[in-house]
């Protein structure tokens, strides 16, 4: 652990010094647990809102509510990709898949390749995640930045990153992930046991549609919104470089917009990079630490997403 974290702070001499306690280093199955389970309950009662009030707020309201627990959803697949998820590999892997990944169509060891290389070298040219979120080229101007977030909110910005995927516009970038077709089944299966199980639920209830209208609907436009306001407040405008303290960003507090675009603590984002073998619950504990020793840039430390948007457009 403390030769890869002296990899990630560069020259930083009083970041390198810096050790946190073990325990802060294990995962505790428990709040994996009550973490994962309040997501998917927070849809459950979305769903359940949306169907007993049928009204078109209660629509809307449930659609940001279950955006925001996709969002939530793809955080515990990026602790699974750092196998954060349980102490044994397989059953991090299975959980990650089957709880998290696969209800959002999405493949965890396909992700985890592509996460791990941003990890190694943040902001470089072919980091896999500024390419495919788009925050190379910030700082922009006000009108482009409300433009492109628009985009994503309407689901162009999903469609786009979509076709250039399938274009090869990324391959130079992403690795390339071998699975056995034992595993790609697998992966597949969960996608549809996942999927399966939920539309099943809405069509016992009598409403099979809500999960085209408040799942589907959704997860291409108001989560990829929520995840690119993440990126932006990630990564954007910061520079490549080995000191990771300095091209990450942090809300130091939580709020309603931690809420909504960083759930289980990804808003600390410096300490995650610094640290990519603490699980989210530890993170918060680490960051009072750095905060305390005065090791965090005090540029990359914000109260809310709101004045990182501000500081990477320009009018």
Request: aromatic share 8%.
């Amino acid at each position: 652990m403390t030769e890869t974290h002296v990899h990630r702070v560069g020259s930083n001499a009083g970041l390198a010094r810096f050790v946190p306690d073990p325990v802060l280093f294990r995962v505790s199955t428990a709040r994996v647990g009550v973490a994962l389970a309040g997501d998917w309950l927070m849809i459950a009662a979305a769903f359940a809102a949306a169907i007993a009030f049928a009204h078109p707020l209660a629509y809307a309201c449930a659609a940001i509510v279950i955006a925001r627990s996709q969002l939530a959803l793809a955080v515990m697949m990026h602790e699974g990709a750092h196998g954060l998820l349980a102490r044994n590999r397989h059953v991090n892997d299975v959980l990650g898949q089957l709880l998290a990944a696969g209800p959002l169509w999405l493949s965890l060891r396909t992700y985890r390749a592509g996460h791990l290389k941003h990890h190694r070298a943040p902001m470089q040219a072919d980091d896999p995640v500024a390419l495919l979120f788009g925050v190379h080229d910030y700082p922009v101007t006000r009108s482009r930045l409300i433009v492109r977030l628009l985009a994503y909110a309407c689901g162009i910005g999903y469609v786009t990153s979509v076709v250039k995927l399938a274009r090869g516009a990324f391959a130079h970038a992403l690795p390339k992930v071998e699975k056995s077709r034992a595993y790609a089944a697998w992966e597949i299966a969960s996608m549809l046991v996942g999927n399966g199980a939920l539309f099943g639920a809405l069509a016992l209830a009598g409403h099979p549609l809500l999960y085209v209208a408040l799942w589907i609907v959704p997860s291409v436009t108001l989560l990829p919104f929520a995840g690119q306001v993440r990126a932006i407040f990630e990564h954007a405008g910061l520079p490549a470089g080995a000191d990771q303290s300095r091209n990450a960003r942090t809300i130091v507090r939580r709020s309603w917009q931690t809420f909504l675009f960083g759930p289980h603590a990804i808003h600390f984002h410096i300490e995650h990079h610094l640290f990519t073998r603490m699980p989210f619950h530890n993170l918060p504990v680490v960051h009072r630490q750095l905060a305390q020793l005065r090791l965090l840039p005090d540029g990359n430390l914000y109260a809310g997403y709101g004045a990182v948007l501000r500081d990477v457009s320009v009018r």
